[in-house]
């Protein structure tokens, strides 16, 4: 099948190192190993000049935003600065107007060849789509993975949060597919007006080939044992929402029973600083390591050199919706989990068999579970086992691929159309 991939979001460089990035290519790449053609079409490719892009054997269709409209987003925030005020307007501004650009390039670029279904990632004002499969007369496949107007008001603020939940409603409701990549996102879609067997609930996944624990690589199929100091460690983006803030004090209290220990952080965010100067504060720095951002390569490695893999979410003031990628990596590696009973975590992790889960929220209770299994390397071995046999038995991205592909074919029959193969974009046009 012909696949236009569409990732209008300009907040995700899909060539950079961000979890939705890599969601973006895993996919992309297991339509393409699955024999399918896929055109990925995004506005942002890297976020860093310095950046190296990740690799991606597909045609990237790079269209970014316009001088027009950039002109329009600069112009709103110059006009609140001279007032003293800061606000998010400018930035909607933007999506509404870059929305409505890569529509109409898009309807031009595929309009004697369009594809056989669009798949499109949700994004805030992003209704494309929707008019993009209405006049190619195809399949919309929408993913959602996350409740973007609450979560826009509620962690970056909103001036026109009321419109975004129109557009969101009103893309939701006209999407052939809906896939959520949770249960309480499946409710969230349901409820705000998709229709109920559309709503397909497709956790995150891995590559299998890529996150796989450290002793798949051994004739004796061992765990390893050659490290001295035990690891605790965290991969993503350090954010209030994923509760980093709990690290320092965490290492503080195992480091006295565990004089070795040592905590690696596998990213980067507008947390780091502070995070520093608490370590720094703690006298802790000597036994931390931060990464910074890092590929998917380095993650894979890294994770199998942990002891106890973290994820401590802070309990949220809404229904905890997440996906975390993480926690799908960390397991497939055959590292044990310590997370918080939240959400899809307490599906996926099941307590004393693939990991261990703490009430959200009681530092104590992280504590001991995260001293346990440093404390007991047989229990830590499997947790992992079971973990890592749950993760590639059921959470892959060619699995999901294939469910998308699945569900796509099982649609009423369309009108038909011309079947013509769509070529590759120019190499102007992939920007690579």
């Known amino acids: 099948m012909n ?36 055109i990925l079409a995004a506005p942002l490719l890297n976020k860093s000049p310095w950046e190296q892009q990740e690799e991606l054997e597909a045609a990237v269709l790079h269209l970014p935003a316009s001088a027009e409209t950039s002109a329009a987003a600069f112009d709103l925030k110059m006009f609140l600065r ?39 990632r949700a994004s805030l004002f992003g209704t494309a789509g929707v008019q993009l499969a209405r006049a190619w007369n195809c399949p919309l496949v929408v993913e959602l993975n996350a409740p973007l107007a609450p979560e826009q008001a509620a962690y970056r603020g909103s001036c026109l949060a009321e419109l975004a939940v129109q557009a969101e409603r009103w893309v939701l409701s006209q999407a052939d597919l809906v896939m959520v990549v949770s249960a309480q996102l499946s409710n969230y879609a349901i409820e705000l007006g998709a229709e109920p067997d559309r709503v397909h609930v497709v ?8 996150f796989r624990p450290r002793w ?40 006295a029973r565990h004089g070795n220990l040592r905590l690696v952080i596998a990213g980067d965010g507008p947390l780091r600083g502070e995070l520093e100067r608490e370590l720094d504060r703690r006298r802790l720095m000597s036994r931390v390591r931060f990464t910074g951002p890092v590929s998917q390569q380095v993650v894979a490695e890294l994770i199998c050199s942990f002891d106890v893999a973290l994820a401590p979410y802070a309990r949220p003031e809404h229904a905890f919706y997440f996906s975390p ?87 009423p029959r369309r009108t038909p159309r011309n079947d013509a193969k769509s070529p590759a974009p120019s190499r102007q046009e992939t920007n690579r």
Request: with cysteine.
């Open 3 to 38: 696949i236009l991939y569409l990732c209008s979001d300009l907040g995700i460089p899909v060539l950079g190192r961000h979890g939705a990035s890599v969601h973006v290519r895993s996919l992309v790449a297991a339509f393409r190993e699955a024999g399918h053609r896929v």
């Open 82 to 120: 001279a007032m003293g005020r800061e606000n998010t307007l400018p930035r909607e501004v933007r999506r509404i107007l870059y929305n409505q650009e890569v529509e109409r390039h898009l309807q031009d670029r595929f309009a004697e060849n369009p594809p056989d279904f669009v798949y499109e």
């Open 203 to 210: 956790p995150n996944g891995v590559n299998p080939a890529l």
């Open 216 to 255: 798949c690589e051994g004739a004796n199929d061992q765990p390893r044992t050659d490290q001295a100091s035990p690891v605790l460690g965290f991969v993503g983006g350090l954010r209030p929402w994923h509760g980093v803030e709990v690290l320092p004090p965490l290492l503080d209290c195992l480091a």
């Open 325 to 411: 990628l993480k926690l799908f990596e960390y397991m497939a590696c055959g590292v044990p989990v310590v997370a918080p009973r939240l959400g899809q975590i307490a599906d996926l992790v099941r307590d004393g068999e693939t990991g261990l889960l703490y009430p959200p929220g009681e530092f104590d209770q992280l504590t001991a579970a995260c001293d346990r299994i440093l404390s007991d390397r047989a229990l830590g071995q499997r947790l992992g086992r079971a973990a890592a046999e749950e993760i590639h038995g059921r959470f892959t991205w060619d699995r999901n691929a294939a469910r998308v592909i699945e569900l796509v074919r099982s649609l």
